[in-house]
């Protein structure tokens, strides 16, 4: 199957992508089909790749301490392993595929290369990690206030 230019470019790039440009990422990324249950990224795996999910739904999980912690439910055009891409640091949470996935990867050496060639899709890059972060960030702070003002009110 080839990279679906037209999602990426709707979903994470917000502009057109020249035809040079479809094939500097057509080099680079890479498509990996997941089935349902099969893990996508391991905790403890060695770092350094970005995974873009293109398509299905997965669960992040933490291992830590013999507990298995739920941290998150990613959907089509979530990215995670940006810690491990950006620091090349092993990976610090499982995803797992809740249905069958398509993922795209792109890997730390490949966007080294990028970085070169073509320094404004690496940018696009950089800025979707950030957006993700963000989002990340605002759904946790709105599940905390969720749960302060449960407590607050349940105890009354």
């Given at each position: ?45 060695a770092g350094g790749v970005l995974y873009i999910l293109r ?34 640091d092993a990976a610090t949470a499982n995803v797992i595929a809740a249905e069958d996935c398509t993922v795209y ?52």
């Amino acid at each position: 199957m080839a990279i679906d230019y037209s999602w990426l470019e709707e979903n994470l790039v917000k502009r057109q992508l020249a035809e040079g440009e479809k094939e500097k990422l057509g080099g680079l990324l890479l498509e990996k089909n997941v089935a349902k249950n099969d893990h996508i990224l391991t905790q403890g795996q060695a770092g350094g790749v970005l995974y873009i999910l293109r398509s299905g739904r997965a669960n992040i999980n933490v291992d830590a301490n013999g507990q298995h912690m739920h941290i998150a439910a990613a959907k089509e055009g979530a990215l995670f392993g940006e810690i491990t891409f950006l620091t090349g640091d092993a990976a610090t949470a499982n995803v797992i595929a809740a249905e069958d996935c398509t993922v795209y990867k792109l890997a730390r050496e490949d966007c080294s290369e990028l970085m070169q060639t073509a320094p404004e899709l690496v940018y696009v890059f950089m800025a979707a990690m950030l957006v993700n972060a963000a989002k990340v960030i605002r759904s946790k702070d709105a599940d905390h206030a969720s749960m302060l003002q449960y407590m607050g009110t349940s105890h009354k």
